[in-house]
């Protein structure tokens, strides 16, 4: 088949599929997923709406009215109210006490934009029918209560009269002053009545008294008497005396209980949010402006169309998304988390066809800044992690997203860096200092550092233990990978006595915390504040911007720790919009960089751009993260044990080779000077000098090409003679498959060695047989 | 047949081991399960394939994400 046709063919198979997916609930029920997707309250409706007895949707009619678009404004009117033209003008407006506005500055003025739209615009609603019923009711007045009930049965298809001992449908809304409610007005608005097929009964005092002498008539299914009607407006005062919008309630409740009776259903089921009720919305008004009431020019006739917009624009369009705001991951997907948790759960179910929704699973850090955010306690992160589990269970976690990750780790964990050992000359060990695979990556000389200031503090000797704490895996929801590391960690611990550990990275402090529980642990930094010697001149040093990990955002006595080390450093502490436990995550986090480079690229540059000062952090990850997007930044221990950089807040962070060598550096060298071991044992690959210009390098490291992918390829191009040459450059070009990539070279050699001109990887296969 | 590859690499390269020029070739390709036959560039003598720069970071890697999707 060809390769094209097969790709959109891919793209249109999986549509076919995905619409005749069985539904197959794998991990989140739905009853789960409801509970989850409540928790999200951006789709609560706004206060007005909430507020408003009938539910007008206030937000959107004046996000229309904004927008100048009156006849959109006018059929949002028209949707919910009935009689839009008369309770357009008369509304008696209780939504307006609730409008969020008037919490920076006046309410809007809901009920002058309404009456501005129903006088600008007199459009009728448009009215599908339901099915016709032949059930008959009569409704026994002309009020407006009554109307609305009338209307609402009309258009659920019953055969509706309507009684009035008056000549005239509306009763007392003719006493209504005429710059108010235009009597036009009023025969335009319920002469639809008699258009849509109501038999109105004028001057029907006789069969009123019919009614009410005989209340079981058996002619009609159902009969509506609303209470005697009172004047809406006291005439001098111009004071409601009815609220018109209640009246509406009223009728529109009567006509559902008319209905359900008649249909022989509940009568109370499902009717909890009939009128007035409370939003669950939050709307935050922090950095709201507070703005006063547009106004009126002629308040008789009402605000003109111009007015109106002015007005319309005071609106906060209230909704949530306090998560969203904060969180560009949340951003980037273009919605929130109650449609997320939607789309990831709509992904689990498909069955065969392309999951579109595992993008947005493996881009989320899993840090926890939006359920610290959630006025509701919405967690990203729990959804993300459920999902993940669910996927590598079911086998369907795409390889790519996690793959470079976890080989790191397995480096980490491998005879190139692991190690566990007493302090040289010692036989037991009261602590442990595990420095954590990513500082030895980007500092390694600082492992060192501390690790001679821990023994030269602290007594009963001071163990090391160089390896990852699982995190990567963690993260990559690949339980039994992560399982097994913490089996050899605690095995190794034990072997060592069980000592109390030294954690400098907060991501292994949650790990074990979490994981590790009976193990007793101490962050690094809570060992300095207690002995590090700080000098008297340092005083003042400047400012630095402190951005905290995102696995301290729950270890308050961590954050605090460092902060008094910085303020003991000399440095004064610029606190970021978003810190302490509402700080942002790295973009590290969470594996987002692995799954989401370009995410995990916008992420960190917008938490670079949140002040102009130097940055410190004291998470190598972060550090590196933060340098990586241009910003100058220090690492707590480039302050607390400075070396011979004199600036190391510009330090550049290593590429994913560098990371390896350094740590393979790390455990040669101490190796060698603190317990006189020589580990070094190169596989025969790596014995291959290499020689790439910077900007190759640069882009191996985008690609996660490894300097050791490539010495493989041209250990085995070299060994097989398999590869392909240019003549007129002189270039070999060659490709190796160590894992589940194919990895590229194209290479030359001068005096041994070899020059790299280009490397490119891709996960297909040459089909068995056909190379 | 679409040709994934630019023209010139068949004038370009030829296969180190056998000295022998490259030939547009049929090629099974396969990844997650499914398999698909291309034209690439092929030693007439070894059978050994180029896969070009801009195919691995192209169209297969287009493929690849949608396969893993899948």
């Known amino acids: ?771 | 047949m679409s040709q994934y590859y630019e023209a010139s690499l068949l004038e370009e390269w030829n296969c180190a081991k056998c000295g022998a020029a490259l030939k547009p070739a049929k090629v099974d390709i396969a990844y997650m399960g499914s398999q698909f036959t291309i034209e690439l560039p092929k030693c007439e003598i070894c059978g050994l394939v180029l896969i070009p720069e801009s195919l691995a970071r192209g169209k297969m890697a287009e493929v690849e994400k949608i396969l893993e999707d899948k």
Not at chain 1, 391 to 415: C, I, Q, T, Y
């Open chain 1, 1 to 771: 088949m060809n390769f094209f046709v097969c790709v959109c063919l891919c793209g249109s198979v999986a549509n076919k599929l995905r619409k005749t997916a069985e539904k197959e609930f794998k991990n989140m029920e739905q009853k789960e997923l409801r509970e989850t997707e409540d928790k999200c309250i951006q789709e609560q409706p706004a206060y007005c709406v909430a507020a408003c007895p009938i539910h007008v949707d206030v937000r959107t009619l004046i996000w229309q009215i904004k927008q100048g678009k009156w006849e959109d404004a006018r059929k949002t009117l028209n949707k919910t109210m009935p009689f839009a033209g008369i309770l357009g003008r008369i509304c008696d407006h209780p939504c307006e006490n609730h409008c969020k506005r008037r919490e920076a500055g006046d309410p809007v003025a809901i009920s002058a934009l309404e009456r501005c739209c129903v006088q600008k615009v007199s459009l009728l609603p448009k009215i599908s029918f339901l099915p016709s019923k032949t059930q008959k009711i009569a409704i026994l007045s002309g009020g407006l209560r009554s109307l609305t009930a009338a209307w609402d049965l009309i258009r659920k298809g019953y055969k509706i009269h309507i009684f009035t001992e008056q000549n005239r449908l509306g009763e007392s809304l003719w006493d209504l002053p005429e710059s108010l409610l235009p009597k036009e007005v009023i025969e335009k608005e319920f002469s639809v009545l008699e258009k849509l097929g109501a038999q109105i009964h004028l001057n029907a005092e006789k069969d009123m008294g019919f009614f009410k002498a005989n209340p079981g008539s058996k002619e009609f299914d159902a009969v509506y008497a609303p209470p005697e009607n009172e004047r809406f407006l006291a005439p001098l005062e111009m004071t409601w005396l009815v609220s018109p919008i209640n009246e509406a309630l009223e009728g529109r409740k009567a006509a559902v209980t008319i209905d359900r009776q008649i249909q022989k259903v509940s009568l109370t089921a499902g009717r909890e949010k009939e009128g007035p009720y409370k939003t669950r919305l939050f709307t935050s008004i922090e950095n709201i402006a507070p703005l006063p009431l547009t106004p009126m020019s002629h308040p008789e006739s009402g605000y003109t169309p111009e007015e109106a917009i002015q007005e319309a624009e005071r609106c906060l369009q209230c909704q949530c998304l306090e998560c969203v705001k904060a969180c560009l991951y949340l951003e980037h997907f273009k919605g929130y988390p109650k449609k997320y948790a939607r789309e990831i759960y709509n992904n689990e179910s498909i069955v065969m066809g392309e999951r579109k929704g595992n993008t947005l699973v493996n881009s989320c850090s899993l840090c926890g800044l939006c359920e610290v955010i959630c006025p509701n306690d919405f967690s990203m992160a729990d959804v993300c992690r459920n999902a993940r589990t669910s996927m590598v269970k079911r086998g369907k976690m795409p390889p790519s997203a996690h793959e470079f990750a976890l080989r790191d780790m397995a480096f980490s964990n491998g005879e190139k860096f692991a190690l566990s050992k007493h302090e040289p000359g010692h036989e037991k060990s009261e602590y442990l200092f595990f420095p954590g695979c990513q500082l030895s990556a980007s500092s390694p000389g600082h492992v060192e550092t501390v690790y001679d200031f821990l023994r030269s503090h602290l007594k009963g000797g001071v163990g090391l233990m160089l390896r990852c704490c699982g995190a990567p895996a963690d993260w990559a929801a690949r339980e039994e990978i992560f399982q097994a590391g913490l089996e050899t960690l605690e095995a190794q611990w034990e072997a060592l006595g069980r000592p109390k550990m030294i954690l400098v990275c907060s991501t292994c402090y949650s790990i074990f915390k979490r994981s590790l529980s009976h193990i007793n642990i101490i962050s690094l930094w809570e060992i300095l504040e207690k002995y590090y010697a700080f000098s008297l001149s340092d005083a003042d040093k400047g400012c630095l911007a402190l951005h905290d990990p995102c696995t301290t955002r729950h270890e308050p006595q961590i954050r605090e720790t460092v902060r008094s080390l910085l303020k003991n450093a000399g440095y004064k502490i610029e606190e970021l919009k978003y810190s302490g436990e509402q700080t942002t995550c790295c973009g590290y986090g969470g594996l987002m960089s692995n799954a989401n480079p370009a995410l995990a690229k916008a992420v960190i540059q917008r938490r670079a751009e949140e002040s102009e000062s130097d940055f410190v952090a004291y998470c190598a990850m972060c550090r590196d993260a933060l340098s990586s997007a241009g910003k100058r930044t220090l690492h707590l221990l480039d302050i607390l044990f400075p070396s011979d950089d004199a600036d190391p807040a510009s330090q550049k962070p290593p590429t994913y080779s560098q990371r390896h060598e350094n740590r393979a550096r790390l455990k040669e060298h101490l190796c060698q000077i603190l317990w006189k071991e020589n580990v070094s044992d190169m596989a025969d690959h790596e014995d291959l000098m290499l020689n790439i210009a910077p900007e190759v390098e640069k882009q191996m490291d985008e690609r996660r090409i490894l300097k050791s992918d490539i010495q493989k390829v041209i250990r085995y191009a070299e060994e097989s003679g398999n590869r392909f040459y240019n003549s007129k450059t002189g270039h070999w070009l060659a490709a190796y498959q160590p894992v589940n990539v194919t990895y590229w070279a194209e290479y030359s050699v001068s005096d041994s060695v070899f020059v790299i001109h280009n490397a490119y990887c891709h996960r297909m296969t040459i089909a068995e047989g056909k190379r």
